[in-house]
């Protein structure tokens, strides 16, 4: 078994063998949507997107990134989902942008490009009856024109954390941006739904076919509601943004309570965060791992071997941005043309 649970989710989960943690470099940094924007070549943001190489801008659902991708960046060789979120800026007191860097987390740290850290949690209380997702499967979490708490409030599960350490969790977290320096960055999270329909498996907002558990926390077996009663694997996202360069009095905006960081999509306060899934898991790896009687994340906590690749074979994995254009160095507009809204 190898409870990856380790140094950053452990103290939520206290490691025993329900949760899957991958390292997941980067594959492209590219501006397409697959979910929201399907087909198009300049999707109004720049996301960053990690995962197996078949990602394209389509992503038609008939097509099953475990029989065309060839290589994947993240840690299970047998995962070929993609995962993304869109991409930090710091806007500078001269109105420029320069894209903050990203950090693997803990263990991850030579991750390409930062990444994306990947949880797939099973319920520490009754990890029975799990169904890890069917092919064609996909979903999100927040949207990006939300703008206020009360639009934020029909999302759940996404926050920032101001690192204090590397290793802070569960303490100095807000719903937007922090509003101060952070000495070690900035962590964000995104927790995706892990209720189900059990029928649909995408909607056309991308988020109406899974839902939340109806009291208390997944993680205690909190039941899922008559809606959704199927429990998914709870996938949770952490992304470290290096903010450190920039934690300096003279480089941030003079106006009190304000802060220089803004999404690739404009946002400057932070409600809009967003996560997008699609699955990808080939050969019933996933399925097998979750399952009740062999599963190493079901409650038989047998020992498993899934097959793992090191951090090394994972970035020899990459693509070609399709939307060739500056995304990094100093910018006077953000690409697609976004600008920091007020
Ligand atoms: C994405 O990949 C699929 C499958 O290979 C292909 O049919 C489609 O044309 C591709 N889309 C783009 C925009 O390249
Ligand atoms: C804008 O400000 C940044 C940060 O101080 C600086 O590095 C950059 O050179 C400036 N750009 C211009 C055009 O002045
Ligand atoms: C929040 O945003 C929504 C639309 O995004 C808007 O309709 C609503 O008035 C806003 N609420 C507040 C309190 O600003
Ligand atoms: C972190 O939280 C502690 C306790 O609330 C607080 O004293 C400290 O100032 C916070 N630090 C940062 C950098 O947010």
Excluded at 3 to 19: D, E, I, Q
Excluded at 74 to 102: E, H, I, L
Excluded at 184 to 191: D, K, S
Excluded at 307 to 331: F, H, P, Y
């Amino acid at each position: 078994m190898f409870c990856l649970g380790g140094l950053s989710l452990s103290m939520l989960v206290s490691c025993r063998n329900n949760v899957l943690k991958m390292s997941c470099s980067q594959l492209v940094v590219d501006r397409i949507d697959p979910l929201v924007n399907p087909g198009v070549l300049g999707s109004p943001h720049l996301h960053q997107l990690v995962g197996g190489n078949s990602l394209n801008a389509t992503m038609d659902p008939n097509n099953n990134p475990g029989e065309l991708s060839t290589c994947t960046t993240c840690t299970f060789p047998d995962d070929f989902s993609n995962y993304w979120t869109a991409v930090m800026y710091f806007r500078a007191r001269n109105g420029t942008y320069k894209r903050v860097k990203q950090v693997g987390a803990i263990g991850s740290e030579t991750a390409r490009g930062g990444g994306i850290t990947v949880y797939y949690l099973a319920p520490h209380k009754d990890p029975t009856n799990i169904v890890p997702f069917r092919d064609g499967f996909r979903m999100r979490n927040g949207d990006s024109s939300v703008r206020n708490a009360t639009s934020a409030s029909r999302f759940q599960g996404i926050d920032y954390t101001c690192l204090v350490r590397e290793d802070t969790r569960y303490t100095n977290r807000s719903a937007t941006f922090p509003d101060h320096m952070c000495p070690m960055g900035i962590l964000t999270t995104i927790y995706f739904p892990p209720c189900w329909d059990g029928i649909n498996l995408d909607s056309p907002d991308h988020y109406s076919h899974v839902s939340w558990p109806t009291e208390a926390d997944y993680n205690d077996g909190a039941p899922c509601p008559a809606t959704h009663p199927v429990k998914i694997p709870q996938i949770i996202f952490e992304v470290q943004w290096d903010t450190r360069e920039f934690n300096t009095p003279e480089l941030w905006p003079e106006e009190p309570g304000t802060q220089p960081f803004v999404w690739s999509f404009g946002d400057a306060k932070g409600y809009g965060h967003h996560g997008d899934y699609i699955f990808g898991w080939t050969g019933g790896v996933l399925s097998k791992a979750f399952s009740d009687d062999e599963g190493c994340l079901g409650p038989g906590n047998m020992l498993c071997e899934l097959n793992m690749q090191s951090i090394e074979k994972a970035i020899q994995c990459m693509m070609e941005t399709s939307v060739r254009e500056e995304v990094d160095g100093w910018l006077e507009k953000m690409p697609g043309g976004v600008e920091a809204e007020p």
